[in-house]
């Protein structure tokens, strides 16, 4: 039997329990352990046998793991961890801030590369398989527009805003696709749409005691980048239904690239994505390119990389000749 490939998770919020499952969905894989910042021994796995440790130990196991798949935030904990981690590890991250990425790749390349490591950034659903099919549409169908719509889904960015803002007790928000605008570009249309013309926003809100909802109100659909481009409803609810309707973490969405070929024919190529659980698909597209940065390490091609860089193949457990037969 081929040996399992060796994981390490390092960080164990949402996104790190996410990837513990899907890694047990995983024949080829064993978990090594998980490495944090908190007292290992507060936390609890789904599978008590797997060990925990803290992080700052984890250069200890630079020969026990293959691949280790970083799950903290994108804000604060990857811009340090991604390069120093990289310099010891091949390894996975969701990096998402999609400003930042060019000058994220180049400093995890610049400390992976010379140290002859593997380093696959950005991988999730948006950045990773909404990039990839923006990059199908916009090479097949070279004369059309893009088009990408969120939702409807619980944007965790977005409810953290409306947390802080004074007078919320607890707060989410979901932003929701207009189905207006989406209807045009099925239908081919290529219209030109606003910001405010794509998506709608609505906030489920706990308010403090005695907070005025009308200057609640006021502050969240006025907040500069995040509600003032955007029609915006509030509601108002107790903590028991908030609890009890907004507790689960679904998301997703589409990516429609329109265009024409040959005799001024409309195409139309769309890919949806309808999640119950954000960090859930998204650890699980985490431990898929986990499979190929083994790969790619084995093979000598070191560096940091993208979904745009791996080819489809190493995404799977199966042998080239079984894809052949099985899936072409």
Same mark, same amino acid.
């Given at each position: 039997m081929t040996e399992k490939i060796q994981v390490g998770i390092a960080g164990y919020g949402n996104l790190g329990r996410g990837v513990e499952s899907a890694i047990y969905q995983n024949n080829d894989m064993e978990l090594v352990g998980v490495f944090t910042r908190r007292a290992p021994e507060d936390l609890t796995l789904l599978n008590a046998d797997i060990p925990v440790y803290s992080i700052h130990n984890i250069e200890d196991f630079k020969e026990k793991i293959d691949v280790l798949?970083?799950?903290?935030?994108?804000?604060?904990?990857?811009?340090?961890?991604?390069?120093?981690?990289?310099?010891?590890?091949?390894?996975?991250?969701?990096?998402?801030?999609h400003a930042d990425i060019p000058a994220y790749f180049e400093k995890v390349d610049a400390a992976a590369k010379p140290n002859h490591k593997t380093a696959i950034i950005s991988v999730g659903w948006d950045p990773g398989m909404f990039s990839l099919?923006?990059?199908?549409?916009?090479?097949?169908?070279?004369? %059309?527009?893009?088009?990408t719509f969120y939702g409807k889904g619980l944007s965790q960015g977005h409810s953290d805003a409306v947390r802080r803002v004074p007078?919320?007790?607890?707060?989410?928000?979901?932003?929701?696709?207009?189905?207006? &605008?989406?209807?045009?570009?099925?239908s081919g249309e290529l219209p030109e749409l606003t910001t405010r013309e794509e998506h709608t926003r609505e906030c489920f809100v706990v308010l403090e005691e005695g907070a005025d909802p009308k200057d609640v109100k006021e502050a969240i659909v006025t907040m500069p980048?995040?509600?003032?481009?955007?029609?915006?409803?509030?509601?108002?609810?107790?903590?028991?239904?908030?609890?009890?309707?907004?507790?689960?973490?679904?998301?997703? %969405?589409?990516?429609?690239?329109?265009?024409?070929?040959?005799?001024?024919t409309?195409?139309?190529?769309?890919y949806t994505l309808k999640l119950d659980s954000?960090?859930?698909?998204?650890?699980?597209?985490?431990?898929?390119?986990?499979?190929?940065?083994?790969?790619?390490?084995?093979? %000598?091609?070191?560096? &940091?990389?993208?979904?745009?860089?791996i080819a489809p193949g190493l995404l799977s457990p199966k042998s080239a000749a079984t894809l052949r037969k099985e899936m072409l």
């Open positions: 798949i970083l799950c903290g935030g994108s804000k604060n904990d990857l811009p340090e961890q991604g390069p120093a981690l990289a310099k010891h590890f091949t390894t996975i991250d969701s990096f998402d801030t099919n923006r990059l199908f549409g916009e090479s097949i169908l070279p004369e %059309g527009t893009t088009y007078g919320v007790k607890n707060a989410v928000q979901y932003t929701i696709p207009n189905e207006e &605008a989406v209807n045009k570009v099925r980048n995040y509600f003032t481009n955007h029609d915006t409803t509030v509601h108002f609810i107790s903590e028991e239904e908030l609890k009890r309707d907004h507790s689960t973490m679904p998301h997703g %969405g589409f990516v429609i690239r329109s265009g024409k070929t040959g005799e001024d409309n195409q139309v190529m769309e954000n960090p859930g698909f998204t650890s699980s597209v985490l431990v898929t390119y986990a499979r190929a940065a083994y790969r790619l390490q084995q093979q %000598g091609d070191y560096g &940091a990389k993208t979904v745009f860089d």
